[in-house]
C-alpha cells in the first residue's frame, strides 16, 4: 500500500510536508522525525527503528549505527536541508522528504544527540529502542 493511500486512513504519526517548516519555528510538545519519502511504508508498519539503513552518509553513517533520531521543531528546516542535499548527491531521482510528528511521551529513554546537537545549532536526540507506531504503552 503506498503511503497516499495511508494518509486517508487513521494513523498514529501525524505526517508532515517540509514545507510546514521554516527557520522561524519554535519548539512545541512533539518530536519530529525527518525521513525520505521511500521509508515511510515501514516506518508506518514498524514504528521509528533503531538500525534501520542509515540516511545520510560519511561519518554519520558509523555515528548513526543503533541509533533512532528525533528532534525539536526548531531544527527540522535545518535537518530537511542536509537530508535533500544528500539525496541529491546519492540518487539520479532523489525520493521527497517526510516530516513525521509525534507526541514526546511516546519516546522513553533518549539522549543528547551531541554531534546533531553542534551541527544544528538546536536540540537533537536519539534513542537505541524504537519509537512505536502507537506510540508507549
Known amino acids: 500500500m503506498n503511503w497516499l493511500v495511508k494518509l486517508a486512513m487513521s494513523i498514529p504519526f501525524d505526517i508532515l510536508s517540509e ?20 521509508r515511510l511504508d515501514a516506518i508506518l508498519e514498524e514504528g521509528i527503528r533503531p538500525n534501520s539503513s542509515p540516511t545520510i552518509g560519511g561519518w554519520y553513517q558509523g555515528y548513526s549505527k543503533g541509533k533512532a533520531f528525533f528532534i525539536e521543531r526548531s531544527s527540522v528546516k535545518w535537518w530537511i536541508d542536509r537530508i535533500e542535499e544528500h539525496l541529491f548527491h546519492e540518487f539520479d531521482d532523489p525520493p521527497g522528504i517526510v516530516v513525521l510528528r509525534f507526541p514526546k511521551s511516546w519516546v522513553g529513554q533518549h539522549e ?3 554531534e546533531g546537537t553542534q551541527d544544528s545549532h538546536k536540540p537533537s536526540w536519539f534513542t537505541t529502542e524504537t519509537i512505536p507506531r502507537e506510540g508507549l504503552e
Open 112 to 114: 543528547e544527540d551531541l
Open 19 to 38: 514545507d510546514d517548516f521554516t527557520y522561524r519555528d519554535e519548539n512545541d510538545d512533539f518530536f519530529y522525525h525527518v525521513t525520505p519519502e521511500n
